[in-house]
């Protein structure tokens, strides 16, 4: 087991590489239909006011529902798509945006007839024949095509369609999925989708949920992919490649399906043994586990740097190690199950899942939470790890830093001592299942962690998640 509070270790090297600048091709068409006066627009906003990615997201309305149908072919590296949401207003719409990048737009209907749009950089703004009424459900329909481009994240890595070798590795964190599917593209809002994947014969085509079924024709194969439980854009998947696949059912009923690429396959085998194990340690720990199925895509993707708990079956750029193993799965329950509102508040997924590896290793004969707490504290005050506190990172460019993960797990750790063990795992249990299929914000953990202990724990969180530079002595 490699050191618990290594993220550089799920994200190492991404500032080397010297990432491709995403060029938009602006306004293919600016097809906008019947634009009445100004004073009679309403329109959603073109985020959800999220500060630190302000254009993730819409305003305006829902989607309940993506069906997704894709072809990809990993020679051209030509992706043809159709996206068909099921969505609901909030509020009257004259005019809404999605997030969708790249990627040419053949058709787009809104309740089956033509809508105009328009694209500026990220955002395709629609505008249906006639409004959508507050409350209404409507369904949009992108047919679209082109070579995928990644994104390249403030912190310098890529998300979104990156290509492989043989296919491609598919992770949105924090917002790649627009470079693949038109999407609501903010953890606010949680959808249940569905896929249907082309693929060259001999391909394999991985995404969440559970397959529904296979099937070859003429040299292609479609897979079919449902995945029911809400779930954040930026989770979803539909990675490419050559795998050998494994599937088989929990004894708690959970479908596993593990993809593996051949050449990580010796180096994957001995971890992807013990998940089910590692299932079953978290559920205990944590309550049930929040999906019906599991698995693993372990990819080849060496410039990819970095690992993501992909909803219901994480996927890594390598042949994960346990620790990573451990780490992904926990983000089922904290981070998948239990959604962010805000990327300022992501110590709550990389805390959390970085304080199960230490838990994990206390248990399994390895190094005690406390000994992992101790050796990080003993860093010099100009250690990277102070850099900034993890309940504040500033910016998107500090979402995947260590603070947030190493120091984030030592706020949890000095809440466990402050309300004992037994009350800590009811806290987390707690907030597993009482957020589970939604949302939580730092506040509400605080206040969740006082109300089951009993205790004033604002010092303590506010000294651990809020204070800059190195705490003073615990
Ligand atoms: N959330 C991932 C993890 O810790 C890490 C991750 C996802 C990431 N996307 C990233 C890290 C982009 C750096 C850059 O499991
Ligand atoms: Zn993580």
Partial sequence: MTHPSQPAARHGGILRRPTVVATVPFALAALLGAAGPASAMTSGSSGVGDPYFPLSGN?????????????????????????????????KLTRFDLDFKGLTITGLTVDHVKAGFRRDGQELVVTPRRALRKGQEFQIAVAYNGVPKQVTDPDGSADGWIATDDGAFVAGEPQGAMTWFPANSHPKDKSSYDFTITVPQGRTAVANGVL?????????TTFRW??????????????????????????DGVKVYNAVDPREATAAAPVLKKLPSVLEWESKLFGPYPFRSAGSIVDHAPDVGYALETQGRPIYDSAPDLSTLVHENAHQWFGDSVSLTSWKDIWLNEGFATY???LY??????????????????????????????????????IFGTPVYARGAMALHELRLAVGDKTFLAILRAWAGGHRYG???????ISLAEQKSGKKLDVLFHTWLYTKGKPAKP
């Fill in 361 to 398: 290793s206390e248990q399994h004969g390895g190094k005690t939470a406390q000994q992992t707490f101790d050796a990080l504290y003993a860093r010099k005050a100009t250690d990277d790890l102070w850099a900034f506190p993890p309940g504040d990172p500033g910016s998107g460019a500090n």
């Fill in 439 to 445: 949302h939580g914000t730092t506040a509400q953990f």
């Fill in 226 to 251: 449902h995945a029911p439980e809400p779930m954040a854009a930026y989770l979803a998947t539909a990675t490419v490649g050559k795998f050998k696949v494994e599937q088989y059912t929990t004894r």
């Fill in 212 to 220: 529904l079924g296979q099937k070859t024709v003429h040299g292609k």
């Fill in 59 to 91: 305003g305006g309305y829902h989607v309940a529902h993506y069906g997704l149908t894709l072809r990809y072919d990993p020679a051209s590296r030509h992706l043809d798509g159709k996206a068909v949401l099921t969505a609901r207003a909030t509020e």
């Fill in 356 to 358: 199960a590896e230490w």
